[in-house]
């Protein structure tokens, strides 16, 4: 079974400072790779996604994320954040032929001026 | 396409009552999949559907909660009876296939 490691709950950034939060992976396989986005009250919104190929991938956003199958890792990224990237981030892991998706306890960000 | 959409957005109820929780996937999505977020477990699987048939529901908590998808445009999740650990999040999900758009969510609160 897959399962998702997220081990910062927490992060506080400046504005205009880079970000990266981290994620790994439990899977036997090349999984699929998720991170989603929810801000207050809302749902769920999907960054970006891996599948294969390019292991650097881009999302919506200016976030990027990079699979790294020796370190079972697929973090997120962003050269420089904004105020209204305050948000929770999730990711999260599939397996080819199951559409299930497994989620991370999520990070929460907190930006400040 | 508006997305998936939820109902209702706030539900409040008695101990005991039944909750139903609805939910309209996007048009041409073959999986329909339910969540629940709490701050304990974070988000959790419930059931998910494929061409409108239950595929694993393993992730239900009891014989409390059960779910139906008549058809490819719509899904129920119901709570008979209703109790305070209930409350949570649950969100709606569809897919067309690898990866999953969500609704809003529906707020629960059992008192």
């Known amino acids: 079974a897959q399962s998702v490691t997220q081990p910062d709950i927490h992060i506080t950034v400046s504005e205009g400072a880079s970000l990266e939060l981290r994620c790994n992976y439990s899977y036997g396989a090349t999984p699929y790779l998720f991170w989603y986005v929810q801000s207050p009250g809302q749902g769920l919104q999907l960054l970006l996604k891996y599948f294969s190929g390019d292991t650097l991938v881009q999302g919506i956003k200016g976030f990027e994320a990079e699979f790294k199958r020796s370190q079972s890792s697929f973090n997120l990224r962003k050269p420089s954040v904004h105020w209204s990237d305050a948000a929770e981030y999730f990711c999260?892991?599939?397996?080819?032929?199951?559409?299930?998706?497994?989620f991370g306890t999520g990070t929460r960000l907190t930006i400040i001026p | 396409d508006a997305g998936v959409i939820q109902s209702p957005r706030h539900e409040v109820t008695e101990m005991g009552q039944e909750v139903t929780l609805r939910c309209k996937p996007i048009?041409?999505?073959?999986?329909l999949f339910w969540y629940r977020q709490t701050m304990m477990r974070g988000l959790e699987l419930l059931i998910y559907f494929n061409n409108n048939v239950p595929i694993d529901d393993s992730g239900m908590p009891e014989d409390r909660f059960s779910a139906k998808m008549p058809n490819a445009s719509f899904s129920t999740l119901k709570i008979q009876p209703s109790e305070p650990r209930d409350s949570a999040v649950y969100f709606c999900a569809s897919s067309p296939r690898r990866e999953a758009f969500f609704g809003q969510g529906t707020r629960l609160t059992v008192v």
């Open positions: 999260a892991v599939g397996a080819p032929g199951n559409e299930k998706l497994t």
């Open positions: 048009s041409g999505h073959d999986y």
